[in-house]
């Protein structure tokens, strides 16, 4: 059974930084590409950020030069760093495996980002 727990949400002003973390088990990590998604309510989940099995990332134009996707295969667990955060940025995050530009094949529960003008 394939889990992703997602932590690191919060509160925080505009300009300012956090780092979500997913940690994941049920499958082989190293094989697959995992991604970062967020939704606003009355709004389409998009996707923010992906990398692949072999650390090729892939961004959404909005957040380009600003958050930064790793992964650490020795921990199963894959991070989103967003920095210069933006109202806009506010939104549940959640992190996915799959390839980018492609149906995720499961979803972790979400973490709330909040950024404060």
């Known amino acids: 059974q394939v889990q992703l727990v997602e932590s690191g949400g919060g509160l925080v002003q505009a300009g300012g930084s956090l780092r979500l973390s997913c940690a994941s088990s049920?499958?082989?990590?190293?094989?697959?590409?995992m991604g970062w998604h967020r939704q606003v309510p009355g709004k389409q989940r998009e996707p923010v950020a992906g990398?692949?099995?072999?650390?090729?990332?892939n961004y959404a134009d909005s957040v380009k030069g600003r958050f930064t996707i790793s992964r650490d295969n020795a921990k199963n667990t894959v991070y989103l760093q967003m920095n210069s955060l933006r109202p806009e940025d506010t939104a549940v995050y959640y992190c996915?495996?799959?390839?980018?530009?492609?149906?995720?094949?499961?979803w972790g529960q979400g973490t709330q980002v909040t950024v404060s003008s």
């Open positions: 990398i692949s099995s072999n650390g090729n990332t």
């Open positions: 049920g499958l082989i990590f190293r094989l697959n590409a």
């Open positions: 996915a495996v799959g390839d980018w530009g492609t149906r995720a094949a499961y």
